[in-house]
């Protein structure tokens, strides 16, 4: 009798717990712009049941947090506050090293944790299914949920990570303990492993069951052979075979094309770039960002400076746009200052050529013509809403590119050649020397995609090599020439004027000794 009654008590227990899984979610309203859960527990392991509206972060350190690791977000309401995001942040570097080798499939993974910590409609797709009351405040806590996900999600989410791979093993294989993971047991493993988030969640893959959840749909993801949709490179071959195929396609243009070289644009690139205005006194970007890093997208007039310091600098750093308008401030400026000292280590044994980049960087961030050769490839937001270049592309004649190149080619750092140091190899040529000027945060705080021929379109006008000054020849701001042992070219122009001055001294003594007639 005793083991049957403790048998009856398990039993309704049991019934109970189910039956009482339940009571939460057959009373939360499910619509756009409302959560299910908000803030963390008092003990900071599960997440509190709250079926309000979505709230906007207030903390800078939390916003610029969410930008890192949840950018679909940012300048939203969200349905998770700075302790969500900042605990979120340190439980998926272990997954981050798992599938960052390859861009999209780590922004799919990272996109489906971050819908369901922080989007602000949440309680469209996402039921709670168990609950428990805090011990101290009896705020209901979150133990367990159902996230849905449409067919077509999960497949596209798997496929993008199933390739990757880490130490030679598939790291899907790693995540799911087994090297023939479906995306089944793929979501089983995701929804058992505390690793990332601190719940269990339950994946239901299909239609709807019901009108108040509409499951997830895969147009937030992206195939691994695509960029993803914060602009990220897609992934490599290696990782993902589709990708080898788009590898071939893009060689095999990049063959056909006779002039010009430029990387093929994402799909990301030119959603900004196409509305700006490209004309003569007209920028595209002005002013650093909140953050110091990189310029303010900006596509107005050209302006002047005002304080005596900042036009001192600036005749100093760019001396060819003094007493002009500009599309730079004196932040940039500053900062350009501090970047070419060590630039200079490298180019300064040399003045044609240290003149030569100084005048490509400055005309790149602060011509007041700037718009009629740059464009932005890629911006983000700010938490202010205001926009930041983060790439984008200079367009210059392969006669400017050659001229650059040559007035440079033969400076000497302990007796290596600069110039190879700079693109790590001694065979480099125009091409990749500006790659590398591009690539390299020491020149400027973005990415830069040169493009080398004719102008592509009416709007854009390759800078012309006229501003640029050979080796041989004396800067356009009167310093004198490079020496003969960084500029073959100068010493052919010493043998002539040693041998002019020769002939001249020669001539000079032969009037003289020549008798004076009576």
Not at 10 to 16: C, N, P, R, V
Not at 281 to 294: K, M
Not at 367 to 391: K, R, V
Not at 476 to 497: R, T
Request: hydrophobic content about 35%; overall charge negative.
């Amino acid at each position: 009798m005793g083991f049957k009654l403790y048998l009856f008590v398990l039993t309704l227990g049991a019934i109970i717990k189910v039956r009482c899984q339940y009571t939460v979610a057959d009373s939360l309203i499910h619509e756009k712009g409302r959560c299910v859960t908000y803030g963390l527990s008092e003990n900071n392991i599960h997440y509190n049941v709250y079926n309000g509206q979505a709230k906007e972060l207030t903390d800078s350190e939390a916003i610029t947090l969410l930008e890192e690791v949840c950018p679909m977000f940012q300048n939203q309401p969200v349905c998770c506050d700075d302790a969500q995001v900042t605990l979120f942040a340190s439980k998926i570097k272990m997954a981050a090293n798992l599938l960052k080798h390859c861009a999209s499939c780590w922004a799919n993974f990272r996109t489906l944790l971050c819908q369901e910590m922080c989007s602000p409609d949440q309680s469209t797709f996402m039921e709670i299914l168990e609950t428990y009351p805090a011990y101290y405040n009896g705020v209901l806590a979150a133990r367990s949920f159902r996230t849905s996900v449409t067919e077509e999600y999960a497949v596209k989410l798997f496929d993008s990570c199933k390739d990757v791979t880490m130490f030679g093993m598939k790291a899907i294989g790693l995540i799911c303990a087994d090297m023939d993971c479906t995306y089944e047991s793929l979501l089983t493993e995701l929804g058992d492993n505390s690793s990332h988030a601190p719940f269990y969640t339950e994946y239901h893959v299909g239609d709807s069951r019901t009108n108040m959840i509409t499951p997830l749909e895969p147009d937030v993801l992206t195939h691994c052979w695509e960029p993803s949709l914060q602009c990220e490179e897609a992934c490599a071959c290696e990782d993902c075979p589709a990708a080898c195929d788009s590898e071939e396609t893009v060689s095999k243009k990049k063959k056909k094309k006779k002039k010009g070289t430029s990387k093929m644009p994402t799909r990301c690139q030119y959603t900004v770039a196409d509305s700006l205005v490209h004309e003569k006194g007209r920028c595209v970007t002005y002013g650093l960002s909140e953050n110091n890093i990189h310029y303010n997208v900006y596509n107005g007039q050209a302006h002047e400076l005002t304080d005596s310091e900042d036009i001192v600098l600036l005749e100093e750093v760019c001396p060819m746009f003094q007493n002009q308008a500009l599309c730079c401030d004196a932040a940039q400026i500053t900062t350009l200052a501090t970047r070419l000292i060590m630039a200079a280590n490298f180019w300064k044994e040399c003045a044609s050529c240290w003149a030569n980049l100084k005048t490509l960087l400055c005309q790149q961030m602060c011509s007041p013509d700037q718009s009629t050769f740059m464009e932005i490839l890629e911006t983000y937001p700010t938490s202010t809403g205001s926009l930041l270049a983060s790439s984008l592309q200079t367009s210059i004649t392969e006669e400017y590119a050659a001229k650059f190149f040559d007035s440079c080619k033969d400076i000497t750092m302990f007796g290596i050649n600069a110039v190879g140091l700079i693109c790590g190899d001694m065979d480099c040529g125009y091409e990749r020397l500006l790659e590398e000027l591009g690539n390299n945060s020491t020149q400027a705080p973005f990415l830069t995609e040169y493009y080398v021929g004719d102008s592509r379109s009416e709007m854009i006008i390759p800078l012309e090599a006229d501003v640029l000054t050979h080796c041989w020849e004396p800067t356009l701001q009167g310093e004198e020439a490079c020496a003969c042992d960084n500029c073959p070219g100068a010493c052919e122009k010493k043998k002539k004027k040693n041998k002019k001055q020769k002939e001249k001294n020669v001539n000079k003594n032969k009037k003289k000794k020549q008798p004076k007639t009576l």
